[in-house]
């Protein structure tokens, strides 16, 4: 009895009891940190890839490749040398599934001219381009718009005869925190990201 009596008032390993419960908390807390830097990480990519691939679309080829083609002038009716008005091309997008087809459709209450063939290879260049930068990139995450922006003449004999704002986003793409696998939660969702320029050559060289 006396020796249970000094076992119950006994304090040694009391600090080894208190390391071993802050342990988990310790780690938990280190391994958060190493996931934030993560997280902002794979944003900044996600961001950059972005960019790259919106600053790739304006510089080659346009994935809606009856537009590149199409003649205003002749085939649309607008005066040589007239400004494209919207009512003759309002907006087009164009996506992939996961299966890899590409298709482009124009804008809901937009009018377009004919945006086939479509350039799938020009597609999945800009795909690749943005993979380049952040490999979780995926085809079917991405999109490519083609809207009006008033640039452009009916007749212009240097190329395509609209000068599109072209919009690369980035949809909604996951990222999975290290402490989310000892608790198996599942992963979480980025923003979606999308960055416009104007139409430059819209002809690869």
Request: charged share 10%; aromatic share 8%; with cysteine.
């Amino acid at each position: 009895m006396t020796a249970l009596r000094a076992l119950l008032r006994s304090t040694h390993g009391g600090t080894a009891a208190e390391f071993g419960m802050l342990v988990p908390i310790l780690l938990s807390f280190m391994i958060g940190t190493i996931d934030v830097g993560r997280f902002l990480w794979v944003c900044n990519r996600a961001e950059k890839a972005t960019q790259i691939g919106a600053r790739y679309a304006v510089t080659n080829d346009v994935v809606a490749g009856g537009l590149s083609t199409y003649d205003f002038a002749v085939t649309g009716g607008i005066p040589q040398g007239d400004p494209i008005p919207a009512s003759k091309f309002g907006g087009a997008t164009c996506s992939s599934t996961t299966a890899g087809v590409v298709s482009c459709t124009c804008k809901p209450s937009a009018t377009c001219p004919t945006l086939t063939p479509v350039n799938t290879t020009a597609f999945t260049n800009i795909v690749t381009r943005m993979q380049q930068i952040y490999p979780g990139v995926t085809a079917d995450k991405v999109k490519i718009s083609y809207d009006y922006s008033g640039l452009g003449y009916a007749g212009d004999p240097n190329g395509i005869q609209v000068s599109p704002l072209v919009t690369v986003t980035l949809q909604t793409t996951s990222f999975t925190p290290m402490l989310f696998r000892f608790f198996g939660a599942s992963s979480v969702n980025l923003p979606a990201y999308a960055t416009s320029l104007t139409l430059e050559d819209g002809k690869s060289s």
